[in-house]
């Protein structure tokens, strides 16, 4: 599994630990007996109890990475396949297999079949800004009569401003959290490992829990609850621009962006600034009216429908897993031995 591609011996390292620590509260068991010390034979007993159940919670860690993970997220007959197609409108038992093995992959996924939307919108809002543009810079003074110009554009030219502005704010959070979790793809056991050890020494028992319970939080808790609550969501906020088969979802190289066709950006290239260029400006946006009026202005624009799905695939559902993932943080690093307080109180000690 991905938990263990980059840092394939964590699953040793942690057991290794556990092991070292029966072995070593052991030990100390036999020479508190031998010296009579009652003290330190119950410390010594206390020990080997955190011992064994840091050994039952690496196997419950590994069972759930390996097992667990795989029925859900096995990509030809995995539950999350079947819920991510119900996502799109889609149904479950369509043949079609992923290549997402991981709930990483898939959580990357829900937040991709959106964005490979925005370049070719952007290549639209492109083609028709050239004349929009040109219309608003157009100033004309009449004489002996009122001056003339292009603010009746102006309007279509901010919200294509503010349009562009916002699809690189969601492609700018996307490509973040896309690196965070490809991180945490490859470096959570790493990370999960180093906190057994440290659950190991009564010192640094609270932080080595903390960063144990985090480690599993980020690796599978946090793609899982983004996933359930995409499943519950999405269908209402999903945008009629992304209109495909499944096949097309499943490939990232396709795009399942509908967009209608506009005229060749060329067409407009090694133009000087011309009374007659200035002229041609509103047959030009006239040609465009149609594709200007389905994006801006029409009774549902596609500016509108695509932000509204980018805005609750990359900035809300992340944001409501995280609040999930902070909860099962919170709540579950007293179940792997111990709490953020005692973290403070392990370090005053160590010290």
Request: aromatic share 14%.
């Amino acid at each position: 599994m991905a938990f263990t591609a980059f840092y394939g011996d964590w699953q040793t390292i942690s057991i290794a630990a556990a092991a070292l620590s029966i072995v070593g509260s052991t030990m100390l068991i036999m020479l508190s007996r031998l010296l009579g010390l009652r003290n330190l034979e119950q410390i010594a007993k206390t020990e080997f109890v955190y011992a064994g159940s840091t050994v039952l919670i690496v196997m419950m860690v590994l069972g759930i990475v390996q097992y667990g993970e795989w029925f859900l997220a096995n990509g030809s007959s995995g539950v999350v396949r079947g819920m991510y197609l119900a996502s799109f409108g889609y149904d479950p038992s369509t043949p079609v297999i992923f290549s997402q093995n991981t709930l990483i992959d898939w959580m990357k996924l829900y937040m991709e079949t959106a964005t490979r939307c925005v370049q070719k919108f952007m290549n639209v809002l492109y083609a028709i800004s050239i004349p929009i543009e040109a219309c608003t810079s157009v100033y004309m003074e009449i004489f002996m009569s009122e001056h003339a110009s292009g603010f009746a554009c102006k309007f279509v030219a901010e919200r294509i401003n503010n349009a562009t502005q916002s699809f690189s704010f969601y492609m700018y959070a996307f490509f973040l959290i896309t690196h965070v979790l490809n991180f945490v793809k490859y470096y959570a056991g790493f990370f999960f490992s180093i906190g057994v050890v440290l659950r190991a020494f009564p010192p640094t028992r609270g932080g080595g829990a903390y960063l144990m319970a985090i480690s599993l939080g980020v690796y599978f808790v946090l793609p899982f609850s983004y996933i359930l609550v995409s499943f519950a969501s999405l269908p209402y906020v999903q945008s009629d621009l992304l209109v495909s088969t499944p096949h097309d979802l499943a490939n990232p190289a396709m795009t399942t962006c509908m967009l209608p066709q506009i005229s060749d950006p060329r067409d407009y290239q090694c133009e000087g600034a011309s009374a007659t260029s200035a002229f041609s400006i509103p047959g030009r946006i006239r040609a465009n009216a149609a594709v200007i009026k389905d994006l801006i202005t029409g009774p549902d624009p596609k500016i509108f429908s695509l932000g509204q799905h980018l805005v609750s695939a990359v900035c809300i559902l992340p944001m409501i897993a995280f609040v999930i993932l902070m909860t099962f943080v919170l709540n579950t690093t007293n179940l792997f031995g111990g709490n953020i307080p005692e973290i403070g109180r392990g370090l005053v000690k160590l010290i």
